[in-house]
């Protein structure tokens, strides 16, 4: 997942709103039909008919410090009604190490077009993130940021940016490396404390990000080239923690973050009837 330095956040063209409602339709669609989902509802590791796992310590193109393990209970695993992510701090001798996961539906839940919607409680700490997001499952247009990225939430807790959940559109057109993507940052006092649903509603026409129904950010489809609106081929879902990195570590990682935890409600995929 590629990600900007903080301390360009400013100049980035996010698009800043408070934590109180925007004055927004809130109204939800009546013909929305449940095709994908995941309520948690078992103990263990996550289903495997549904999630598999992406694995390594290369950085993940963010110089991102952890290690990313597969079907490992002590990075990711279902209990009492909830997805367990958990990043975690390992000392070996001379040597500190970081371990998480990084879950998705590729090959098992793809979309193309819909509402995505998750509850979750994130996690907080200096030097770690942690994100609900989607890529396409084909790289039909091309490499990162050419194919598109939609990040229905972000948390971090840096200094500047401890209450603020970003949700943001990457493309060709607009994008970090440029200083022009295109998103929302909401505050919201103390996320982790308690469940948020985030989502998104994504058509032909555009896509909405919302937080608990409440719409607020809408990236159009421009109708000029896939530069701009990659979105029209099926994208899968990721849920992780991140480690370190040009973002959220550029404050440094606190040792007493550690293990920092998201806690996930429910996944949810509708489509429209």
């Known amino acids: 997942m590629k ?14 709103i408070n934590g109180c409602a925007p004055k927004a339709d809130n109204a939800q669609k009546s013909d929305w039909e449940l095709v994908w989902a995941d309520d948690f509802d078992y103990e263990g590791l996550p289903d495997d ?19 990313y393990l597969g079907k490992d209970t002590s990075t990711a695993y279902v209990h009492d009604g909830n997805l367990r992510i958990k990043a975690n701090r390992v000392i070996t001798g001379n ?30 700490g200096k030097g770690i ?20 990225e939609i990040d229905i939430m972000e948390h971090l807790s840096l200094e500047n940016y401890r209450d603020s959940i970003f949700q943001t559109t990457h493309t060709g057109a607009y994008n970090h490396l ?6 929302a940052r909401t505050y919201i006092k103390n ?19 919302l937080i ?10 421009e109708s000029k080239s896939v530069d701009e609106w990659p979105f029209d081929v099926p994208f899968h879902l990721l ?30 995929v509708y489509q429209e009837k």
Request: glycine share 12%.
């Open 3 to 16: 990600k900007y330095l903080a301390t360009a956040l400013s100049l980035l063209g996010i698009l800043l």
């Open 178 to 183: 440029k200083g022009t993507q295109r998103g």
């Open 212 to 221: 608990d129904g409440v719409k607020r950010y809408h990236f159009p489809n």
């Open 95 to 124: 040597d500190t190490t970081y371990t998480s996961a990084r879950l998705v539906t590729k090959g098992k839940g793809d979309w193309k077009y819909g509402k995505i919607e998750v509850r979750a409680k994130t996690s907080t």
């Open 49 to 67: 008919h549904r999630w598999s796992y992406d694995v390594g310590d290369h950085g993940w193109g963010n110089r991102e410090l952890q290690n």
């Open 129 to 148: 993130l942690a994100a609900i997001w989607m890529l396409p499952t084909d790289h039909k247009h091309g490499g990162w940021p050419q194919f598109g």
């Open 239 to 268: 849920m992780n923690i991140s480690v370190g990195g040009n973002w959220e570590g550029s404050e440094g990682i606190d040792p007493a973050t550690f293990p920092a935890e998201m806690l996930v409600d429910y996944v949810r």
């Open 191 to 209: 996320p982790w404390e308690d469940f948020h649903i985030y989502s998104v509603e994504w058509s032909p026409e555009g896509i909405y990000y």
